[in-house]
């Protein structure tokens, strides 16, 4: 076990006061002993609680759904936790991240922080120490650093809610085409290429010629020009795409 035992109750906060009661938080570990273990010690200090047990199930999970905070074991199968972190941070994914791992050099601390974690807990520790570093995330996750809307011209994204809205109709966006969207809007009135949206919208590193971006385009500008009068989603040839309100 990768965790330190300790009399510390599991919870020691007043959950009629700042408790940590509505957080949600994904733990991506491999070992499922301590995952078990995680998993049953947050939920008992009223913290809701999902696993996975893979870098690529956490990072879809991660990318998909809304948490609090994520504990990232560095040390996982088919993709490591620096791997993870680095791909969520280029999709746009901000979501406090706390790294446990046996690696605890000041090399590789400094290495996790700069691929965009924002604590780093080194094995073994006290279950009491995490659950403090992780409240403490929660709570700066509660006071983003950037806009929550994107918005072009009467087209609107809302990245808490996932909602997205054209002169106030809603429209239905398929999970990739919301995460396309949130790339070019993220980048509106700036080129973007092929190959920067197969890096940071598939995470692919393959040919960019490839006709998956086109074909997931044309779909979305169908989306999100359809029956509205001012086309958005501009092909900027030889190079790649752009979102811009001309007016």
Known sequence: MPVE???TPACAYDPKGDSVASMRILVIEDDL??????TKAFREAGIACEHAGDGESGLFMASEYEYDVLVVDRMLPR???ISVISALRARGVHTPVLILSALGQ???RVAGLRAGGDDYLPKPYAFSE???RVEVLGRRKGTPDQDMVYRVGDLELDRLSH???RAGREITLQ???YRLLEYLMKNAGQVVTRTMLLENVWDYHFDPQTNVIDVHVSRLRSKIEKDFDKPLLKTIRGSGYMIKDDG
Do not use: C, I
């Not at 002993?33 to 995680?38: G, N």
């Open 79 to 81: 993709r490591d936790g």
């Open 163 to 165: 909602e997205v809205r």
């Open 130 to 132: 995490l659950l403090a």
């Open 33 to 38: 002993e301590a995952a078990a273990y995680l």
């Open 106 to 108: 000041v090399d590789d």
């Open 5 to 7: 035992q300790t009399n």
């Open 175 to 177: 999970p990739r085409e």
